[in-house]
């Protein structure tokens, strides 16, 4: 019964629409009851009485902001607010009380107050104040819980990484040099520009073939056409740089050692102009008008080996991978197809373009990976997988693509445009997503190179300049792989 009536007794101290009975006396009532009992015992006369109840009683009104009054609640018990509490945190607090007037124990250490004061501070808060800070900008992090997963990004950290480590890379818009390139023959099917291992940039104006040094810039004419109309259509370095490839408008191919500038060997086997070139080591490969690719083994006196059917209109691209596994094939008839380069027989024939495929290139760091760009009619470019013989991706750049190359420095994919932008764009791979355009021709791009060190590109252009971007610089930070010192296999076998 007792329980029960302690109980209720705890319940009506908390009811607050009824006076408390048993609380303290309120600060008005001790007043009254202070003046009362002031003017009962008082010796002084009326006047000083009165003077005393006007100093020691509480007005009724305050005067606020604005005129505005507040009143004394009449009431007693109405200016009470008790708020609703845990047991446990009651508990806390009288022992806190209690603790207060007892007398400090003589001999207590700072070390054990601390560890007390701990104690209160996890038992009040579940956890020490001192440890627990809003803004916490100096030091290690706090370390989370035993178990304690995180599924949320890192929006701040102390510890820079590595992307915001790098420096931010500047590519100049306008070209390092620029030479000149008369008598350029504007026509998109042709290769009239590539740059070999040696340094040396090989351009075909017309019926000549120029070699510029690039590094000391000296410029060599190393053939002229000698029959009438005639002109250059396409040239090839070697993979040693050693020895050039030319296809001309007579059907022919030839063969020629650039240290001795001297012809070595003329092949006949097309029918039609020679539009593009390729090598793999000591074959050599061709693509005519007439849509035939022929395959020349250089090293021998019968040099045409095999002969692939393929396209229905001119071969305008050819390209071998790096590892020599595949070849790859453009056409005006709007396909791509994949040879295999031991079989020599189709592998794939992508039909998804709407116009001339010229621009062919593979990557360098994943030699199944095949870029190639269609003509005005398509003007997409196409990433394949020839493994699978998938598309990965596919981007409409809203102009023709005229030439691709890949950049190893920066894992980046370069393009030449003509209609309708004339410029040079540089991609990032394999998402697509634009670096940045390069402008300046006033004609369409016809031809991209990439410089030996990969750290320059060349473009030819129809109006008759060849433009050099100096776009892919290493950073010098990273050590560079040393060059292997083979020699070529074709260097003694050429007849």
């Given at each position: ?48 009485t009165n003077r ?72 009040l808060n579940g ?356 060059a292997g010192g ?10």
């Amino acid at each position: 019964m007792s329980h029960f009536g302690f109980e209720n007794d705890i319940h009506s101290v908390l009811k607050l629409d009824m006076p408390i009975t048993n609380a303290p006396m309120a600060r008005w009532q001790r007043k009254a009851s202070t003046s009362a009992s002031a003017h009962a015992g008082a010796l002084s006369p009326n006047k000083s009485t009165n003077r005393s109840l006007s100093l020691s009683k509480t007005p009724s009104k305050t005067p606020g902001k604005n005129g505005k009054t507040q009143s004394t609640p009449s009431n007693a018990g109405g200016d009470r607010f008790i708020p609703v509490r845990n047991a446990k945190q009651m508990d806390v607090a009288s022992f806190l009380l209690s603790k207060e007037n007892e007398p400090a124990e003589e001999g207590a250490s700072a070390a054990n107050q601390q560890a007390t004061q701990k104690a209160w501070s996890v038992t009040l808060n579940g956890y020490d104040v001192e440890d627990a800070k809003i803004l916490h900008l100096g030091g290690k992090p706090l370390n989370a819980p035993e178990g304690y997963q995180n599924n949320l990004k890192v929006l701040y950290s102390q510890v820079p990484t590595p992307a915001s480590m790098k420096k931010s890379r500047y590519i100049s818009s306008a070209p390092e040099r620029i030479l000149d390139a008369p008598e350029l023959r504007n026509d998109f099917y042709l290769n009239l520009m590539d740059w070999g291992r040696q340094n040396l940039l090989a351009v075909a104006l017309s019926e000549q073939v120029y070699l510029w040094d690039a590094a000391q810039g000296d410029i060599t004419l190393l053939k002229k056409m000698e029959e009438e109309n005639s002109y250059i259509c396409s040239v090839s370095w070697s993979r040693d740089g050693n020895f050039l490839a030319i296809g001309t408008s007579t059907c022919k191919v030839e063969l020629w050692d650039v240290q001795y500038q001297k012809r070595l060997r003329c092949m006949d086997s097309h029918t039609t102009r020679v539009g593009c070139l390729s090598w793999n080591d000591h074959v050599l490969s061709s693509g005519a008008r007439s849509g035939l690719i022929h395959q020349h083994d250089v090293r021998v006196a019968e040099h045409h080996t095999c002969t692939l059917r393929g396209h229905a209109q001119e071969v305008c691209g050819l390209a071998w991978s790096p590892d020599g596994r595949y070849l790859a094939s453009g056409g005006n008839d709007n396909t791509v197809n994949v040879w295999s380069g031991a079989q020599q027989t189709g592998v794939h024939c992508f039909t998804e373009h709407e116009g001339a495929v010229k621009a062919l290139a593979w990557c360098p760091w994943q030699p199944s990976i095949l870029a190639s760009g269609g003509g005005t009619s398509d003007r997409h470019i196409r990433l394949w997988n020839v493994n699978s013989g998938s598309c990965v991706t596919a981007w409409d750049t809203q102009s023709q693509v005229s030439s691709l190359l890949f950049a190893a420095n920066y894992k980046e994919l370069v393009s030449g445009h003509g209609f309708a932008h004339d410029q040079v764009s540089i991609w990032k791979y394999p998402s697509l997503a634009k670096v940045t355009d390069l402008q300046g021709h006033e004609g369409r791009v016809l031809n991209l190179s990439l410089s030996p060190d990969g750290s320059t590109v060349a473009s030819l252009s129809a109006d008759e300049t060849l433009r050099l971007w100096k776009c892919f610089e290493k950073d010098p930070s990273k050590k560079a792989k040393p060059a292997g010192g083979s020699s070529s296999i074709i260097q003694q076998h050429i007849r």
